[in-house]
């Protein structure tokens, strides 16, 4: 079987917009395909069609859909997915997964990424010696019940120095990305909750720790409202944007803006996520976003006043559940 040359065209394109732009296409779909370089220019070209294995071994490598041609601005929009804990789809594997689609954002000089946080950016976290592997702990013993931490007390140690390095790496890129985020007063609540209830279940191998994570959330808190005052973490080019929102109900929806192309993440079951590069939704996800932001607060830079009694508010919450479980 194959499929039309117009469509197929379309299709490659697709592919072609997820890769990096120093990355040759026909090497790429040689490499795919295992063919020569002279075969994938004859596809590229379209003087030979593809084979329906080829596309399925593009669509599994690539993340990309021929429902998205077909269905073209209507009504289906397809979507990317794969779940989190299969023996496919470890967690390392989900890890190393966000730190190739920023290193994929990175490579375009024109990018932005827009996040509209439920909870604080998780990349966040990798940054903390404390934090970072008790989120770790958490969705691997809590979300996806691994079968390796059942019956396991929470501590540092119980995260492999590996998951901690590629944690590093994705707060490392994340923060050399030009960024929006756009929080509410509920932003920070979802690790407060999840602190309190390991601390009340007695899921800690040492108290200490519950007390150690507020210190520690503080200090984050502290660090990310410094880089609001400026505006970026090092350097101008890395610019920090930070909304308060008052409307809605944030769902940890992410948007990557690279050139001219778009991509829409959005996530379900607390760790999975639904990708997809569909022109129609990214844009309407990206008027969305944006519409969003002209009605929120902009606390970065300027708007001191809000700024600080925004930060003042969060750790308030931090000391009220430092003192409630001391």
């Given at each position: 079987?194959?499929?039309?040359?117009?469509?197929?065209?379309?299709?490659?394109?697709?592919?072609?917009?997820?890769?990096?732009?120093?990355?040759?296409?026909?090497?790429?779909?040689?490499?795919?395909?295992?063919?020569?370089?002279?075969?994938?220019?004859?596809?590229?070209?379209?003087?030979?069609?593809?084979?329906?294995?080829?596309?399925?071994?593009?669509?599994?490598?690539?993340?990309?859909?021929?429902?998205?041609?077909?269905?073209?601005?209507?009504?289906?929009?397809?979507?990317?997915?794969?779940?989190?804990?299969?023996?496919?789809?470890?967690?390392?594997?989900?890890?190393?997964?966000?730190?190739?689609?920023?290193?994929?954002?990175?490579?375009?000089?024109?990018?932005?990424?827009?996040?509209?946080?439920?909870?604080?950016?998780?990349?966040?976290?990798?940054?903390?010696?404390?934090?970072?592997?008790?989120?770790?702990?958490?969705?691997?013993?809590?979300?996806?019940?691994?079968?390796?931490?059942?019956?396991?007390?929470?501590?540092?140690?119980?995260?492999?120095?590996?998951?901690?390095?590629?944690?590093?790496?994705?707060?490392?890129?994340?923060?050399?990305?030009?960024?929006?985020?756009?929080?509410?007063?509920?932003?920070l609540n979802v690790t407060i909750r999840q602190i309190e209830f390991y601390h009340e279940c007695g899921f800690f191998d040492d108290p200490k720790y519950a007390v150690e994570l507020c210190d520690e959330y503080s200090l984050i808190i502290k660090e990310i409202k410094e880089w609001a005052t400026n505006g970026y973490k090092?350097?101008?080019?890395?610019?920090?944007?930070?909304?308060?929102?008052?409307?809605?109900?944030?769902?940890?929806?992410?948007?990557?803006?690279?050139?001219?192309?778009?991509?829409?993440?959005?996530?379900?079951?607390?760790?999975?996520?639904?990708?997809?590069?569909?022109?129609?939704?990214?844009?309407?996800?990206?008027?969305?976003?944006?519409?969003?932001?002209?009605?929120?607060?902009?606390?970065?830079?300027?708007?001191?006043?809000?700024?600080?009694?925004?930060?003042?508010?969060?750790?308030?919450?931090?000391?009220?559940?430092?003192?409630?479980?001391?």
């Amino acid at each position: 079987m194959t499929i039309p040359n117009s469509i197929q065209s379309a299709f490659l394109e697709q592919i072609r917009k997820r890769l990096q732009p120093n990355v040759s296409f026909a090497d790429a779909l040689a490499d795919a395909l295992s063919i020569s370089r002279d075969s994938a220019y004859r596809r590229i070209r379209g003087e030979t069609v593809l084979s329906l294995d080829e596309v399925k071994i593009l669509c599994n490598q690539y993340g990309v859909s021929v429902d998205n041609i077909v269905s073209g601005a209507g009504e289906m929009v397809s979507f990317h997915y794969r779940m989190v804990g299969t023996s496919t789809f470890t967690f390392d594997k989900w890890l190393r997964s966000i730190l190739d689609n920023l290193e994929t954002l990175m490579a375009y000089p024109d990018k932005q990424l827009i996040y509209f946080a439920k909870d604080i950016p998780v990349f966040y976290y990798f940054n903390s010696p404390l934090i970072g592997p008790f989120k770790m702990f958490f969705w691997m013993n809590s979300v996806l019940h691994d079968r390796d931490y059942r019956g396991v007390k929470f501590r540092p140690e119980s995260v492999s120095l590996e998951l901690i390095a590629i944690g590093e790496k994705i707060w490392q890129r994340y923060t050399e990305t030009p960024r929006v985020e756009i929080w509410s007063d509920e932003t920070l609540n979802v690790t407060i909750r999840q602190i309190e209830f390991y601390h009340e279940c007695g899921f800690f191998d040492d108290p200490k720790y519950a007390v150690e994570l507020c210190d520690e959330y503080s200090l984050i808190i502290k660090e990310i409202k410094e880089w609001a005052t400026n505006g970026y973490k090092e350097t101008p080019k890395t610019k920090f944007d930070l909304y308060k929102n008052d409307l809605l109900i944030a769902d940890n929806t992410i948007f990557f803006r690279m050139g001219d192309q778009r991509m829409t993440f959005i996530p379900y079951n607390t760790m999975n996520i639904l990708t997809t590069t569909h022109e129609v939704f990214c844009k309407q996800t990206e008027d969305y976003l944006m519409n969003l932001i002209s009605k929120s607060i902009l606390i970065s830079t300027s708007g001191e006043r809000d700024r600080n009694k925004f930060f003042n508010q969060m750790e308030d919450k931090i000391q009220q559940l430092k003192a409630r479980i001391k």
